[in-house]
Protein backbone atom coordinates (compact mmCIF):
# COMPACT_ATOMS: atom_id res chain seq x y z
CA UNK A 1 0.00 0.00 0.00
CA UNK A 2 1.15 3.44 -0.95
CA UNK A 3 1.03 6.17 1.57
CA UNK A 4 0.01 8.79 -1.63
CA UNK A 5 -3.13 8.16 -2.93
CA UNK A 6 -3.94 11.69 -4.95
CA UNK A 7 -7.34 11.88 -3.50
CA UNK A 8 -6.20 14.98 -1.67
CA UNK A 9 -4.64 17.19 -4.84
CA UNK A 10 -7.54 19.23 -5.53
CA UNK A 11 -7.88 20.03 -1.92
CA UNK A 12 -10.63 17.46 -0.17
CA UNK A 13 -10.48 14.67 2.01
CA UNK A 14 -12.47 11.74 3.27
CA UNK A 15 -14.12 11.73 6.42
CA UNK A 16 -14.97 8.45 8.08
CA UNK A 17 -18.28 7.83 6.79
CA UNK A 18 -16.23 8.76 2.78
CA UNK A 19 -17.76 12.04 2.32
CA UNK A 20 -15.66 14.24 0.81
CA UNK A 21 -14.92 17.77 2.54
CA UNK A 22 -12.70 20.49 1.90
CA UNK A 23 -9.40 20.40 3.45
CA UNK A 24 -10.17 23.84 5.38
CA UNK A 25 -13.76 22.88 6.82
CA UNK A 26 -14.17 23.33 9.97
CA UNK A 27 -13.80 20.00 11.01
CA UNK A 28 -11.10 19.42 9.07
CA UNK A 29 -9.06 22.15 11.21
CA UNK A 30 -10.38 20.61 14.45
CA UNK A 31 -9.10 17.17 13.98
CA UNK A 32 -5.63 18.44 12.13
CA UNK A 33 -5.20 20.57 15.22
CA UNK A 34 -5.83 18.14 17.44
CA UNK A 35 -3.17 16.08 15.09
CA UNK A 36 -0.57 18.92 15.47
CA UNK A 37 -0.97 18.84 19.50
CA UNK A 38 -0.59 15.13 19.35
CA UNK A 39 2.51 15.39 17.38
CA UNK A 40 3.90 18.10 19.42
CA UNK A 41 3.73 15.82 22.56
CA UNK A 42 5.43 13.49 20.37
CA UNK A 43 8.82 15.61 20.64
CA UNK A 44 8.29 15.93 24.13
CA UNK A 45 9.04 12.33 25.12
CA UNK A 46 11.15 11.41 26.64
CA UNK A 47 10.94 13.62 29.39
CA UNK A 48 13.62 11.57 31.77
CA UNK A 49 10.37 11.18 34.17
CA UNK A 50 8.73 7.70 33.06
CA UNK A 51 5.51 8.72 34.99
CA UNK A 52 5.50 12.04 32.72
CA UNK A 53 5.93 10.03 29.79
CA UNK A 54 4.05 7.42 30.29
CA UNK A 55 1.09 10.27 30.76
CA UNK A 56 1.87 11.60 27.51
CA UNK A 57 1.44 7.80 25.95
CA UNK A 58 -1.95 7.64 27.22
CA UNK A 59 -2.52 10.90 26.35
CA UNK A 60 -1.38 10.22 23.03
CA UNK A 61 -3.79 7.49 21.78
CA UNK A 62 -6.25 9.26 23.30
CA UNK A 63 -5.61 12.13 20.96
CA UNK A 64 -5.83 9.23 18.26
CA UNK A 65 -9.83 8.59 19.63
CA UNK A 66 -10.20 12.36 19.40
CA UNK A 67 -9.00 12.65 16.15
CA UNK A 68 -11.42 9.60 14.76
CA UNK A 69 -14.59 11.29 16.74
CA UNK A 70 -13.91 14.43 15.20
CA UNK A 71 -13.67 12.83 11.87
CA UNK A 72 -16.65 10.68 12.09
CA UNK A 73 -19.99 13.30 11.47
CA UNK A 74 -22.09 10.02 11.94
CA UNK A 75 -20.82 7.60 13.98
CA UNK A 76 -21.76 3.83 14.75
CA UNK A 77 -22.27 2.98 18.28
CA UNK A 78 -18.91 0.61 17.97
CA UNK A 79 -16.74 3.41 16.65
CA UNK A 80 -14.09 5.27 18.69
CA UNK A 81 -15.69 8.15 21.24
CA UNK A 82 -14.35 10.49 23.64
CA UNK A 83 -16.18 9.31 27.09
CA UNK A 84 -16.39 11.33 30.10
CA UNK A 85 -14.06 8.83 31.52
CA UNK A 86 -11.53 10.14 29.52
CA UNK A 87 -11.96 13.30 30.76
CA UNK A 88 -12.21 11.63 34.35
CA UNK A 89 -8.91 10.32 33.94
CA UNK A 90 -7.05 13.43 32.67
CA UNK A 91 -8.16 15.23 36.61
CA UNK A 92 -7.49 12.06 37.99
CA UNK A 93 -4.06 12.40 36.84
CA UNK A 94 -4.01 16.49 37.45
CA UNK A 95 -5.05 15.78 41.03
CA UNK A 96 -1.77 13.41 41.52
CA UNK A 97 0.79 15.48 39.89
CA UNK A 98 -0.47 18.62 41.71
CA UNK A 99 0.25 17.04 45.10
CA UNK A 100 4.22 17.52 44.17
CA UNK A 101 3.69 21.38 43.32
CA UNK A 102 3.48 24.72 45.52
CA UNK A 103 0.39 26.04 45.03
CA UNK A 104 -0.48 28.60 42.46
CA UNK A 105 0.48 32.18 43.72
CA UNK A 106 -0.02 33.95 40.06
CA UNK A 107 -0.11 33.27 36.10
CA UNK A 108 3.14 31.22 35.32
CA UNK A 109 4.85 32.81 32.24
CA UNK A 110 5.98 29.85 29.81
CA UNK A 111 9.45 28.58 29.62
CA UNK A 112 11.63 26.49 32.23
CA UNK A 113 13.49 23.77 30.96
CA UNK A 114 12.99 21.98 27.84
CA UNK A 115 10.92 19.12 28.81
CA UNK A 116 8.70 22.40 31.01
CA UNK A 117 8.61 24.54 27.84
CA UNK A 118 8.41 22.20 25.27
CA UNK A 119 4.72 21.09 28.05
CA UNK A 120 3.65 24.71 27.93
CA UNK A 121 4.20 24.89 23.99
CA UNK A 122 1.54 21.63 23.83
CA UNK A 123 -0.83 23.56 26.00
CA UNK A 124 -0.95 26.06 23.82
CA UNK A 125 -1.99 24.17 20.46
CA UNK A 126 -3.99 22.32 22.56
CA UNK A 127 -6.11 25.38 23.55
CA UNK A 128 -6.06 26.36 20.01
CA UNK A 129 -7.59 22.42 19.09
CA UNK A 130 -9.85 23.50 22.03
CA UNK A 131 -11.34 26.79 19.84
CA UNK A 132 -11.43 24.88 16.71
CA UNK A 133 -13.85 21.83 17.98
CA UNK A 134 -15.76 24.89 19.82
CA UNK A 135 -15.66 26.74 16.15
CA UNK A 136 -17.05 23.29 14.67
CA UNK A 137 -19.68 22.49 17.46
CA UNK A 138 -21.33 25.77 16.62
CA UNK A 139 -21.45 24.71 12.97
CA UNK A 140 -22.80 21.37 13.35
CA UNK A 141 -23.31 18.44 16.01
CA UNK A 142 -20.33 16.97 17.78
CA UNK A 143 -19.36 14.72 20.82
CA UNK A 144 -19.83 17.53 23.59
CA UNK A 145 -17.38 15.38 25.76
CA UNK A 146 -14.00 16.33 23.18
CA UNK A 147 -14.74 20.00 24.23
CA UNK A 148 -14.48 18.72 28.12
CA UNK A 149 -11.34 16.54 27.57
CA UNK A 150 -9.75 19.09 25.48
CA UNK A 151 -10.23 22.20 28.01
CA UNK A 152 -8.92 19.54 30.67
CA UNK A 153 -6.06 18.43 28.37
CA UNK A 154 -4.53 21.75 28.40
CA UNK A 155 -5.18 21.78 32.45
CA UNK A 156 -2.50 18.61 32.53
CA UNK A 157 -0.02 20.07 30.32
CA UNK A 158 0.37 22.67 32.34
CA UNK A 159 0.37 21.00 35.49
CA UNK A 160 2.89 18.85 33.50
CA UNK A 161 4.82 21.70 32.79
CA UNK A 162 5.32 23.00 35.92
CA UNK A 163 6.27 19.01 37.17
CA UNK A 164 8.51 18.68 34.88
CA UNK A 165 10.40 22.36 35.63
CA UNK A 166 10.12 21.64 39.23
CA UNK A 167 11.87 18.51 39.15
CA UNK A 168 14.50 20.21 37.35
CA UNK A 169 15.25 22.64 39.46
CA UNK A 170 13.59 25.45 37.02
CA UNK A 171 12.08 28.49 38.38
CA UNK A 172 8.40 29.94 37.91
CA UNK A 173 8.19 32.89 36.56
CA UNK A 174 5.04 35.13 37.07
CA UNK A 175 4.47 38.01 34.55
CA UNK A 176 5.56 41.53 35.66
CA UNK A 177 2.86 43.98 34.96
Known amino acids: MTVYTGRGDEGKTDLRDLSRVSKSSPRIEAYGTVDEANALIGTVRPTGYADID ?24 DDPR ?10 ERIDAFDEELDPLQSFVLPGGGSAGAALHHARTVVRRAERRVVN ?32 DGEPEESPSY
Not at 82 to 91: A, D, I, K, R, Y
Not at 151 to 166: E, Y
Open 54 to 77: DVLEAVQNHLHVVQADLANPDPDP
Open 82 to 91: VEPTHTTELE
Open 136 to 167: LAGAEPINESVITYLNRLSDLLFTLGRVANAR
